[in-house]
């Protein structure tokens, strides 16, 4: 598996995933957008085929939050998104990120399994946080573990 940066011609692949994953995905149009205004996006690729994607960004200073993650189903399990999640922290760690935020779906416990595994914590439960009224949940990993990782970190195995 090789992990790197999307690149235009691979937004079709990365959306069909999306849609997938998502009951709510992004439309292509959103996918396109964040690309252009130069948004974190990496793709995993396995023999020629994109297999999973993560969208993270600075949100301010010295804080990363990670928009959005979805690995094939076919793929999933095989940590692909562990992956997906350290390299995003290697690019987020050049910008001297102390803390990385995201936000889930409370009722997707696989999810936050997946997330705590990787040493995120839960902050708090935002009520009401999705469109269909879902609750979510906030979750953060701090300096102390994003330091974890060496400089020369990369995933290519
Ligand atoms: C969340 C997601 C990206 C995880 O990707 P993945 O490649 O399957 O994850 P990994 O293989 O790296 O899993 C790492 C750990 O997460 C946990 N995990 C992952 N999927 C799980 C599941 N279905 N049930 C329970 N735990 C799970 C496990 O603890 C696993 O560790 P283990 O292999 O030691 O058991 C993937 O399940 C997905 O695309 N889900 C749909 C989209 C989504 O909800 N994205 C999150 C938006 S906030």
Known sequence: ??????QIIDLD??????????????EKNMLQFLYDI???FLVAEEKKLIVGYIIFSLKEENQGNIISIAVDRKFR??????ALIQMAIDVLKKFDVEKICLEAK???HEVINFYKKLGFKKKEILKNYYEDGSD???MYLKNRLI????????YDG
């Open 1 to 6: 598996m090789m992990i790197r940066e999307l």
């Open 13 to 26: 692949r990365v959306y069909e995933i999306e849609k997938e994953a998502f009951k709510n995905p992004y």
């Open 38 to 40: 130069g948004t974190g």
């Open 77 to 82: 399990n095989q940590n692909v998104g562990s």
């Open 106 to 108: 409370s009722s997707k």
């Open 136 to 138: 979510g949940v906030s």
């Open 147 to 154: 330091k974890k990782y060496p400089d020369e970190y990369k």
